[in-house]
């Protein structure tokens, strides 16, 4: 049986390894001039990744162990865990709808197109506000989650 520090190490490491993953998706949004097809699914396969790799511990190991150890620490790391999920949620909401609305004006296949995207929907400005609500918000209570988590694992592990 593998013991419990092993698989700690092993899970911290994945959530660590998620974060690089997170940074260049967003950094191929932010460097891209004009979103194309292309570009949209060279971002998803990074964010994918880190999602995978942050999603997996969480499911397979941190859940199921949450109510043997619920105190004070844990219960703070597991709502800031599950407050950044509800805000991937949240800008989900955004990002499909915003993905219908380019879809259907070809802006992937051909975006030399002089459309604003604003013009494209009227609420394109709400689902754009989302988006970024959503993904801030994620990658505040992500990060909050991680530096709690990692003091978790640093006093509970090594320590």
């Known amino acids: 049986m593998v013991s419990e520090t092993v698989v700690a190490t092993l899970a911290a490491l994945m959530v660590t390894a998620s974060f690089p993953f997170y ?21 998803l396969k990074f964010i994918v990744v880190g999602l995978t790799l942050n999603t997996i511990p969480v499911v397979a190991w941190m859940i199921p162990r949450l109510f043997k150890q619920f105190g004070g620490l844990a219960a703070l790391h597991a709502i800031l865990g599950l407050q950044a999920y509800a805000m991937l949620v949240f800008a989900l909401t955004g990002i499909v709808r915003i993905f219908q609305a380019k879809h259907r004006a070809n802006l992937y296949r051909d975006p030399d197109q002089d459309v604003d995207l604003d013009d494209l929907h009227e609420n394109m400005s709400a689902w754009r506000g989302r988006l970024r609500i959503g993904v801030f918000g994620y990658v505040l209570f992500w990060i909050g989650a991680y530096l709690l988590g990692i003091y978790r694992y640093l006093t509970g592990y090594i320590f």
Do not use: P, Q, R, S
């Not at 940074?23 to 292309?38: H, K, N, Q, R, S």
């Open 23 to 43: 940074l260049y998706g967003a950094w191929i949004m932010i460097d891209a001039e004009t979103v194309t097809w292309d570009v949209l699914t060279y971002h």
